[in-house]
């Protein structure tokens, strides 16, 4: 339950897609479960309780709506777990079955309904109305998701014969073109690994950052996940660093630490230094540790820091430890 939330399940377009379906869902589910309830007042012909009825869902749908879009807007503000976007979809059925009750016991004024019954009977069919779409959506999403990624890695060609990558660092060949898939599988993007420096996200789209032909900085936005990308170049030089940037290492000249954490600075003085979260801290820095012929500036551990060698062979101290002399070790 402390696992992180997915981050797609937090995207609008899963945001609305579940918010439609648990109100359909409840809406037919209401009307099946009205004729066999003896607190339901909700009606559907010409009658006072009709506009009750009909308030009580539109105000309901509004919270709901409201509720996912606070969702949507946090974020990226912390790293949501699984138990707490459990609560947060309990919060919500809890709060729709307190508006009911009040509804029921201090507008509708039935006779002989206590108040615990109303709201625990209210309770137990809220939670069928809204926390079964609910789980039912994420599982759809996941299945969607996880079949999107397997369609992707099975579409794309694999590495060209003697392609470097952390897994054979000595390979002759420095160079290899990394192909990127649009959120349909199609092939959007190719560019050499020599020329690529990060891969950032932008809300469903990824941000490929690039040396043009001219040598300037260039942006490329395809419509995917970073998570797809992560999944698609793992276990090669493409390292994720935080949520929102993955960094190619080979593009990296130094890994320093400061007192709010580690930062890369890449081979690129209009980039500006990209934090490594705590969260991806313990790969980067094995990454560096492991494979330092890998990158352009190899990146070596010291007992209390981290060091980066200069063309003189001399280690530069990037934070604590001792200078050292005669290569990375």
């Known amino acids: 339950m ?4 997915p981050k797609y399940l937090l995207e609008r377009h899963q945001l609305t897609g579940t918010v439609t379906f648990a ?3 409840s809406i037919v589910f209401l009307n099946l479960y009205i ?14 309780f009709f506009l009750f009825t009909a308030g009580f869902i539109a105000i309901s749908i509004l919270f709901v709506t409201g509720s996912r879009v606070l969702m949507y807007r946090t974020r990226k503000m912390f790293d949501m777990t699984v138990f707490q976007y459990v609560l947060w979809c309990v919060a919500e059925v809890v709060v729709i079955c307190l508006f009911y009750t009040f509804v029921t016991v201090d507008i509708v004024h039935p006779e002989g309904m206590p108040v615990i019954r109303t709201f625990l009977k209210a309770l137990i069919y809220g939670s069928v109305a809204l926390l079964v779409p609910y789980m039912m959506s994420a599982m759809y999403f996941m299945i969607s998701e996880k079949e999107k990624t397997i369609r992707l890695m099975n579409s794309a060609p ?3 014969a003697g392609t470097s990558s952390p897994a054979d660092p000595e390979s002759g060949q420095e160079d290899s ?5 649009d ?10 690994s020599s020329c690529l420096y990060y891969v950032e996200s932008d809300d469903n789209y990824i941000k490929v950052w690039y040396d043009d032909v001219s040598g300037n900085l260039s942006m490329y936005m395809i419509r995917c996940s970073l998570r797809t990308v992560e999944e698609n170049f793992r276990d090669t030089f493409l390292m994720r660093c935080n949520r929102k940037y993955i960094v190619n290492m080979k593009k990296v000249r130094s890994l320093r ?26 790969a980067v820095l094995k990454w560096c540790s492991l494979f330092p012929a890998a990158s352009a500036q190899p990146v070596c551990g010291l007992d209390q820091g981290l060091v980066k060698c200069n063309t003189a062979g001399r280690h530069d101290v990037e934070d604590g430890g001792d200078e050292r002399e005669d290569g990375c070790e």
């Open 2 to 5: 402390r696992k992180t939330m």
């Open 23 to 25: 109100v359909l869902f």
């Open 35 to 48: 004729p066999f309830s003896d607190t339901a007042w909700f009606r559907l012909g010409n009658s006072v």
């Open 158 to 160: 694999p590495s060209p």
């Open 177 to 181: 073109l990394l192909t990127f898939y």
């Open 183 to 192: 959120s349909g599988g199609s092939l959007r993007f190719s560019v050499r």
């Open 257 to 282: 630490k400061d007192s709010d954490g580690y930062y890369l600075d890449l081979d690129n003085g209009g980039i500006p230094p990209i934090a490594v979260t705590k969260t991806y801290t313990d």
